[in-house]
């Protein structure tokens, strides 16, 4: 595998007008609400978390507990294509994703199964001389190395957004909601850069935002998962009505106010104390928000 092509480099309208397109979702069970246009194209859907499949004509659907959606495209490939497991960039790009998201097939983070462990150990060519953990703190180190992005660009790392479409039956008042995750604190965060606040204003205006969810996911010194949710948006009460939805979820974050020293009166930042709920499942509970 020399080339890894993402989704911005293709112009994937093109190939969907000439009936080229064929899209299996991977790790999600629904398109960016940027890309509905593309719901045709879709022949499959993988995920490792079960939802409601917002496709109904779409039947060949797969989802599994396992810790990483990775172990189960190894598992495929073990099966329908073997020899894509031999190419040494596959098995690494492999392993990576189960490595990060089993952190580093650690049980006690509530996510590693044995089938995680057992394509693992499969994909372990991939690693190198480094073995499984030497590769996971290399992954970790090239992770945490963001020293040369600006805030915008940090935000804009795996930013997601949502948006109510024309007509729809509106049960908030939200009408688009964006996430960013970070694998560093809060704190770090907001120290970076004198300007931080003000970055974080302009990424509001400029992507349009009624509210910006930050959440962060990462370890601490004594090596304990810990997650934290910032929310900022110029009408306060969106903040609180966003609040009040997530107590009547099931998804118990068990929310705790955390102090950030300068932290603007727009903005909130919380200690998440329920580590298990991950962004991926925010995300579901915001797909429903956005879903008439």
Same mark, same amino acid.
């Given at each position: 595998?020399?080339? +890894?092509?993402?989704?911005?480099?293709?112009?994937?309208?093109? !190939?969907?007008?000439?009936?080229?397109?064929?899209?299996v979702l991977?790790?999600h069970?629904?398109?960016?609400?940027?890309?509905?246009?593309?719901?045709?194209?879709?022949?499959?859907?993988?995920?490792?978390?079960?939802?409601?499949?917002? !496709?109904p004509?779409?039947e060949?659907?797969?989802?599994?507990?396992?810790?990483?959606?990775? %172990?189960?495209?190894?598992?495929?490939?073990? +099966?329908?294509?073997?020899?894509?497991?031999?190419?040494l960039?596959?098995?690494?790009?492999?392993?990576?994703?189960?490595?990060?998201?089993?952190?580093n097939?650690?049980?006690?983070?509530?996510?590693? %199964?044995?089938?995680?462990?057992?394509?693992?150990?499969?994909?372990?060519?991939?690693?190198?001389?480094?073995?499984h953990?030497?590769?996971?703190?290399?992954l970790?180190?090239?992770?945490s190395?963001?020293?040369?992005?600006?805030?915008?660009?940090?935000?804009?790392?795996?930013?997601?957004?949502?948006k109510?479409?024309?007509?729809?039956?509106?049960?908030?008042?939200?009408?688009?909601?964006?996430?960013?995750?970070?694998?560093?604190?809060?704190?770090?965060?907001?120290?970076?850069?004198?300007?931080?606040?003000?970055?974080?204003?302009?990424?509001?205006?400029?992507?349009?935002?009624?509210?910006?969810?930050?959440?962060?996911?990462?370890?601490?010194?004594?090596?304990?998962l810990?997650?934290?949710?910032?929310?900022?948006?110029?009408?306060?009460?969106?903040?609180?009505e966003l609040?009040?939805?997530?107590?009547s979820?099931?998804?118990?974050?068990?929310?705790?106010?955390?102090?950030?020293?300068?932290?603007p009166?727009?903005?909130?930042?919380?200690?998440?104390?329920?580590?298990? +709920?991950?962004?991926?499942?925010?995300?579901?509970?915001?797909?429903?928000?956005?879903?008439?």
């Amino acid at each position: 595998m020399q080339v +890894v092509v993402i989704v911005l480099q293709i112009n994937l309208q093109y !190939y969907l007008t000439f009936g080229n397109l064929r899209l299996v979702l991977v790790d999600h069970s629904k398109l960016a609400s940027s890309q509905q246009n593309l719901e045709a194209a879709i022949i499959e859907i993988i995920d490792n978390q079960e939802t409601e499949n917002p !496709y109904p004509l779409v039947e060949d659907v797969h989802y599994d507990q396992v810790g990483s959606c990775s %172990t189960m495209i190894a598992e495929r490939c073990a +099966v329908e294509a073997p020899e894509l497991l031999l190419d040494l960039g596959m098995s690494r790009l492999l392993l990576a994703a189960i490595l990060v998201n089993t952190s580093n097939l650690n049980p006690k983070n509530g996510r590693c %199964t044995e089938r995680d462990e057992c394509m693992a150990t499969l994909l372990l060519h991939g690693a190198g001389r480094l073995g499984h953990t030497g590769f996971f703190q290399e992954l970790r180190l090239h992770l945490s190395d963001l020293s040369v992005l600006s805030s915008e660009e940090l935000l804009s790392r795996s930013f997601k957004q949502w948006k109510s479409k024309p007509g729809m039956r509106q049960r908030t008042s939200f009408s688009s909601i964006g996430m960013s995750s970070l694998r560093f604190s809060l704190i770090k965060f907001m120290s970076r850069d004198s300007a931080v606040f003000e970055d974080l204003n302009l990424f509001l205006q400029s992507r349009k935002l009624q509210l910006l969810i930050i959440a962060t996911g990462y370890y601490n010194i004594s090596k304990i998962l810990v997650r934290e949710l910032l929310m900022a948006s110029q009408n306060r009460s969106l903040i609180d009505e966003l609040l009040d939805i997530l107590d009547s979820k099931d998804i118990h974050l068990q929310l705790k106010p955390l102090h950030i020293p300068g932290l603007p009166n727009w903005a909130m930042a919380f200690s998440q104390r329920n580590v298990r +709920v991950s962004r991926k499942q925010m995300q579901c509970m915001l797909d429903d928000i956005f879903t008439s």
